[in-house]
């Protein structure tokens, strides 16, 4: 992208940009909830719809000068329903955490009922983290899993829970969680107690729409949740999606405006429609497959080494490993350790962990970047090869060794700028 005027009028911005580019350009991305976007995308977000007010919906706006952001974000929908066979879409949240929010305040009364899962067995923040200001409103109540080992969720137990508790909401999803959910017994419990069922999808909406994971929608889902980016490979940003029914898609409608935000971001609406528009080619297809192969692969090796991974393996994009037990070292070191040889993840607790959230026993990793840069199964197993070398020796020379490996690793999967 041409920075040119940012480098005559901002040096100080231009310089931590520039580094930026040559962070994601030299080094390895593993979190699993980051991606690239394609040129087309970054010039969507820096385009002159970024100076347009449009508060309100497409026909319905409180500013006049509307004949193009109308067009962009109907198309926008348009594309999010057909990726994921919704009869409704809200493209506007600006975020995955204001697509949950306002999916709470429109299904929910102060007080009510949200059953979720567990926070330490893979659940996110905004399925009522303590730390929230959603608890202060709404009593969330968990499920998790049966067999940490295995990933298997004890769906008895939520029975027993919805049963008791009356949630008006069961919410699936996850944020480092790496099997595939039971979606037609979250319906079903959803149905036997009289419950909206709800899927936050963020983590697994392009493996999603590229028809590598189910679509919850297909089992009888009510509302998904997602963000645009991780898999999905678009800008930052939120969305919430409805099966079939209006009622719920007008009260979700109301929620995010005027209930949430005022002027939805324009510029980054017609990012997501480009993007959403990349997902519908036959090429996000493979995509997709291909970011489950390889962290399949990236699995395997784990496994011959004899490392603990959580749920013992994974059947998506991401991996969340107990490097304590595995390599006698904490989630944080690992984190600084893996930094230091170009590779980025992310410290991550675990469940029944017995140390603090910033210094865990744990790290998350994925695969959709590495996808993305057109890493293969056999390139995904060099790169766990390169960690466990670091994670086992630790010593400055072979930090300084594999860093030598990953720059070339990078040189020759470049990132692309239009995807294929």
Not at 115 to 120: A, D
Not at 277 to 299: D, G, H, R, T
Not at 347 to 353: G, S
Request: proline share 4%.
């Amino acid at each position: 992208m041409d920075l040119s005027f940012i480098k005559e009028t901002d040096s100080e911005i231009y310089d931590a940009l520039v580094g930026e580019d040559t962070r994601e350009r030299d080094g390895l991305e593993l979190i699993p909830s980051e991606n690239y976007v394609s040129e087309a995308v970054h010039e969507a977000l820096a385009s002159s719809l970024t100076n347009k007010y449009a508060e309100g919906y497409p026909g319905k706006r409180y500013y006049g000068g509307q004949e193009f952001t109308d067009a962009v974000e109907v198309l926008a929908i348009s594309r999010a329903k057909k990726l994921f066979g919704a009869g409704y879409a809200n493209v506007q949240p600006l975020s995955g955490a204001n697509a949950n929010i306002a999916m709470y305040f429109a299904l929910l009364e102060p007080g009510d009922t949200v059953l979720g899962m567990e926070l330490s067995h893979g659940g996110h923040l905004t399925h009522g983290h303590p730390v929230t200001y959603l608890t202060k409103i709404f009593n969330f109540v968990r499920y998790g899993m049966k067999d940490i080992e295995t990933g298997e969720i004890d769906y008895d137990e939520m029975l027993r829970v919805a049963k008791q508790e009356k949630p008006k909401i069961i919410l699936a999803g996850f944020s480092a969680y790496p099997r595939e959910l039971d979606y037609a017994k979250f319906v079903g419990i959803a149905r036997e107690v009289g419950a909206v069922a709800v899927m936050d999808i963020a983590h697994i909406a392009g493996l999603i729409a590229g028809g590598a994971a189910k679509n919850p929608f297909d089992y009888g889902f009510d509302v998904m949740t997602t963000t645009t980016h991780k898999t999905l490979r678009g800008p930052r940003g939120g969305m919430i999606l409805t099966r079939d029914n209006e009622d719920i898609a007008k009260k979700l409608n109301k929620s995010v405006f005027p209930g949430l935000q005022g002027g939805p971001h324009m510029h980054n609406i017609a990012a997501k429609a480009v993007a959403f528009n990349e997902a519908l080619q036959p090429s996000f297809k493979k995509y997709a497959s291909q970011v489950v192969k390889n962290a399949k692969a990236m699995a395997g090796v784990f496994a011959t080494h004899g490392a603990r991974m959580i749920t013992g393996g994974t059947d998506n994009h991401l991996i969340l490993l107990d490097v304590q037990t595995s390599f006698g070292i904490s989630g944080d070191e690992a984190q600084a350790l893996l930094d230091r040889a170009g590779i980025t993840l992310n410290k991550n607790t675990i469940p029944n962990d017995t140390r603090k959230p910033m210094d865990p026993s744990g790290i998350r990793f994925g695969t959709p970047a590495l996808t993305t840069r057109g890493f293969s199964e056999d390139d995904c197993i060099d790169v766990v090869n390169l960690m466990i070398d670091v994670l086992t020796k630790r010593t400055d020379a072979v930090i300084e060794q594999t860093h030598t490996k990953i720059l070339n690793l990078a040189s020759t999967h470049t990132i692309p700028s239009a995807f294929a």
